[in-house]
Nanobody
Framework: QVHLVESGGGLVQPGGSLSLSCVAS????????MGWFRQAPGNEREFVAQ????????YYADSVKGRFTISRDNAKNTVYLQMNNLKPEDTAVYYC????????????????????WGQGTQVTVSS
């Protein structure tokens, strides 16, 4: 079983920055990627970003492109999400997630394609 643990959430003013981290207890041979989702109250869980462990290719939701950056440290089994120019609509619980198989592009955005989830960390953007 793979366990994911997020950290780094908090309260920030609009225009501010936060950095999230997610550590995986292990990486199996079929874990090609790891990513972030978020869920605001009353909303469905939505895709934010994903990165491939090998090669580092990244994918972003349109709503965060140019503001968020996902990166990884393979030696530490850790993925990061640097969030800049935060907006009130970024307020949500952010979840780290990993699939247990390779995903094609059309599958990246669907939470039900991910098998391992962290407990979530709250990000609140408010003045």
């Amino acid at each position: 079983q793979v366990h994911l643990v997020e950290s780094g959430g908090g309260l920030v003013q609009p225009g501010g920055s936060l950095s999230l981290s997610c550590v995986a207890s292990k990486r199996t041979n079929n874990m090609y990627t790891m990513g972030w989702f978020r869920q605001a109250p009353g909303n469905e869980r939505e895709f934010v970003a994903q990165i491939r462990w090998s090669g580092g290719r990244t994918y972003y939701a349109d709503s965060v492109k140019g503001r968020f950056t996902i990166s990884r440290d393979n030696a530490k089994n850790t993925v990061y999400l640097q969030m800049n120019n935060l907006k009130p609509e970024d307020t949500a619980v952010y979840y780290c997630a990993a699939p247990s198989r390779g995903l094609i592009y059309s599958e990246l955005h669907r939470p039900d394609n991910y098998d391992y989830w962290g407990q979530g960390t709250q990000v609140t953007v408010s003045s």
